[in-house]
């Protein structure tokens, strides 16, 4: 039962190189969610995804782009890393109707120097 | 906008206490509210509230649910040390499936 699985687990970037942080789930959930996890900041939403083909930006998107072209898989991207966002990275999802719980995957962690 | 607050931010108890901690929020179409904990790695399921009143009970954690002041609970009694993570709230908006958390109550049991 593997769940909601994210790669890399660690990376290490420069500042301004590229990366693509990927998301797979295994549920046949509607709805996934792409957050960052800073000290004291709780949870952040950058972007998330109520089905396949469809975006929509969160709380923070600045410097991320994502894509859902498969249902099973979320897609985030950074075209050029900075030191800011240096963070643990998590996604989620869950089914596409009311009230129903959110699984997440296990973090990635992020240090971009 | 929407906004999840959390509070204490912080705390420090010691085991066989009981703990209160709250979570406030302000969304546009508000459908349920969800506790996590998270314990150094991926957040866990708690409780989803929905309804005012209804308390939600597991073992030594409960949680209800203010829809008019728009507040929530969640009570531990007798905390153990494996009591000790960080304790989320989220608010599912219903506005596209968008959930929004707060900052987390970072609680620490000591024996």
């Known amino acids: 039962n593997a769940g909601v699985t994210q790669t890399p687990k660690f990376r290490v970037l420069k500042t301004g190189q590229s990366m693509t942080l990927l998301c797979a789930q295994d549920?046949?959930?509607?709805?996934m969610y792409w957050y960052r996890q800073d000290p004291g900041m709780g949870l952040r939403l950058i972007h998330y995804?109520?089905?396949?083909?469809?975006?929509a930006k969160g709380e923070v998107p600045d410097g991320y782009n994502v894509s859902r072209l498969k249902k099973q898989n979320f897609l985030l991207g950074l075209e050029s890393a900075a030191p800011s966002q240096t963070s643990v990275y998590f996604c989620?999802?869950?089914?596409?109707?009311?009230?129903?719980?959110?699984?997440f995957g296990q973090g990635t962690r992020l240090t971009v120097v | 906008e929407d906004k999840v607050v959390q509070s204490p931010l912080s705390l420090v108890v010691h085991e066989g206490d009981t703990v209160t901690l709250n979570c406030s929020y302000e969304?546009?179409?508000?459908?349920?509210l969800l506790w996590y904990k998270q314990e150094k790695k991926a957040p866990t399921f708690l409780f989803m509230l929905t309804s005012s009143g209804i308390e939600k009970k597991s073992g030594r954690l409960s949680s209800i649910l203010d829809k008019k002041e728009l507040f929530s609970i969640l009570n531990i009694t007798a905390t153990q040390t494996g009591d000790s993570a960080v304790y989320l709230c989220?608010?599912?908006?219903?506005?596209?499936?968008?959930?929004?958390f707060g900052q987390g109550t970072e609680l620490s049991v000591k024996p």
């Open positions: 549920m046949n959930h509607e709805y």
């Open positions: 969304v546009t179409n508000f459908r349920s």
């Open positions: 989220a608010v599912d908006d219903n506005q596209g499936g968008k959930l929004i």
């Open positions: 989620a999802s869950r089914e596409g109707r009311a009230n129903t719980e959110a699984f």
């Open positions: 995804s109520v089905g396949e083909g469809t975006t």
